[in-house]
Nanobody, 123 residues
Framework: QVQLVESGGGLVQAGGSLRLSCSAS????????MGWFRQAPGKKRDFVAT????????YYADSVKGRFTISRDNAKNTVYLQMNSLKPEDTAVYYC????????????????WGQGTQVTVSS
């Protein structure tokens, strides 16, 4: 079992930055690839980024490539999402999730989910 808790969301102006954190419980965090997803109001949940269990490989959605960076610290059981050059269309609830399958953008392949953190980007 892995329990995930996101933090770091908030209100920011367009062009600004935020760093989201996702803290995991349990001793098996380093076995899991981790992902970030987001859901805007009235829309389906979309893939944002994923990172391998070791942190050596990452993959991003085209919409955030070059602006967002996913990273992890296995010693702290934490995964991060650094978000730069934020746009109003980045406004959403952001979720972290854990999977044993690296590189997947399919949310049905993720086994554990956090409760989400709201990110709002004003224009």
């Amino acid at each position: 079992q892995v329990q995930l808790v996101e933090s770091g969301g908030g209100l920011v102006q367009a062009g600004g930055s935020l760093r989201l954190s996702c803290s995991a419980s349990g001793r098996s965090f380093s076995r899991y690839a981790m992902g970030w997803f987001r859901q805007a109001p009235g829309k389906k949940r979309d893939f944002v980024a994923t990172i391998s269990s070791s942190g050596g490989n990452t993959y991003y959605a085209d919409s955030v490539k070059g602006r967002f960076t996913i990273s992890r610290d296995n010693a702290k059981n934490t995964v991060y999402l650094q978000m730069n050059s934020l746009k109003p269309e980045d406004t959403a609830v952001y979720y972290c999730a854990a999977t044993v399958i690296y590189g997947t953008y399919r949310e049905d392949r993720y086994d554990y989910w956090g409760q989400g953190t709201q990110v709002t980007v004003s224009s």
